[in-house]
């Protein structure tokens, strides 16, 4: 049945995106680079790296493509948020992929959560990591110190949030922002936890600067890590129904009232328009006269379906 139903699918939908020439080095602004220089800079202030990706872009991508690798030789462990909106249904073959990447350490959290047992988890992880470890220059501070990367928007700030409701119980320390690139102000040191005394560095969000391939960049763009409007809204929408049909989520047919699922994007923005009212009254000039005709806007149309994706109401989706 669901072999019939994927032989259906390869028939309907495409098997491959076309980016049409597009190069990923014009996503990813050059102050980038001056952050990561500067998280090298403060490696040897830190017990441990706290690396956070998207769940969504959990394996394939974020460690062959993503990973930092700045210090092998500190603990490492490896954040895999906003878990409330990825499939996780095969948890453990992404760990098993990890592991065979070397990635042994990691978390799955869900930072919006008010209560997440998987915070909780956090700082007791950490510091057996830290114990079996070898502390370096920092041998004799009585304090621990964690480092958090990770690319724009991947919810850095939140996960600090998150450990001070858990362990510090004071209010919020860190904004956070639906666009990438909020946490501005450079490594500020922030405290995590009352006992063990933990501080954690937070740093901007940063892109690694090798990115190979421009579907890496454009899985990064639909998990709201780059400015839309530099990859362009169109394009993420077009790649955002090309995935879901891959996937087999179809959520998007009963949300949009289609008939069906559908591989054309301009048919399927026509129908969140009109679905959503949000259409446009432009003048046209005929042979007869002007007259006045409503066209769908298909750009509010793109956003709408783009950001209905981030929020997790078209389901959760594992992208690789
Ligand atoms: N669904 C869901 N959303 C999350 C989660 N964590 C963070 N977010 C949302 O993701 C967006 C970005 O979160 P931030 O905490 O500002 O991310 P950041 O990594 O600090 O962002 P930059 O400052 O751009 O580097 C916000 O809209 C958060 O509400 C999560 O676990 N689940």
């Known amino acids: 049945m669901k072999l019939c139903q994927t032989l259906r699918n390869a028939d309907r939908f495409r098997t491959v995106f076309d980016f049409g020439g597009r190069e990923v080095a014009h996503w990813f602004p050059g102050h980038m680079a001056k952050g990561l220089k500067q998280m090298k800079a403060n490696l040897k202030n830190v017990d441990c790296i706290l690396e956070i990706h998207d769940a969504r872009i959990s394996f ?19 954040v895999l948020n906003k878990m409330d909106l990825a499939d996780l249904s095969n948890k453990q073959k992404i760990l098993k992929k990890l592991e065979n990447d070397g990635v042994r350490n990691v978390l799955f959290t869900d930072c919006l959560k008010q209560r997440d047992d998987n915070v909780k988890k956090l700082v007791p992880l950490v510091m057996e990591l830290i114990k079996t470890g070898d502390r370096f220059n920092r041998e004799e501070n009585r304090d621990y110190c964690l480092m958090v990367i990770g690319v724009p928007n991947v919810g850095k700030s939140s996960l600090i949030n998150a450990l001070r409701r858990t362990n510090v119980k004071k209010g919020r320390a860190s904004r956070v922002g639906g666009e990438p690139g909020i946490t501005k102000a450079v490594l500020t040191k922030i405290q995590v936890s009352e006992r063990p005394l933990m501080y954690l560095l937070d740093t901007p969000g940063v892109l690694p600067p090798k990115i190979e391939s421009v579907e890496t960049g454009m899985k990064l763009a639909l998990c709201g890590t780059i400015l839309d409007h530099l990859v362009g809204e169109d394009v993420i929408a077009d790649y955002l129904l090309f995935s879901l049909n891959r996937l087999g989520k179809f959520g998007y047919v009963e949300k949009y009232d ?18 959503l009212r949000k259409t446009q009254r432009v003048k046209a000039i005929t042979g007869v006269g002007n007259i006045t005709v409503t066209i769908p806007n298909y750009t509010a149309a793109a956003y709408n379906f783009i950001r209905a994706f981030r929020k997790g109401e078209l389901g959760q989706v594992l992208l690789d």
């Open 60 to 78: 394939k991508t974020s460690h062959s493509e993503l990973g930092f690798y700045f210090d092998l030789n500190k603990p490492h462990l490896l």
């Open 258 to 275: 289609l008939q069906e699922p559908s591989d054309d994007i301009q048919y399927v923005l026509k129908r969140i328009a009109v679905k």
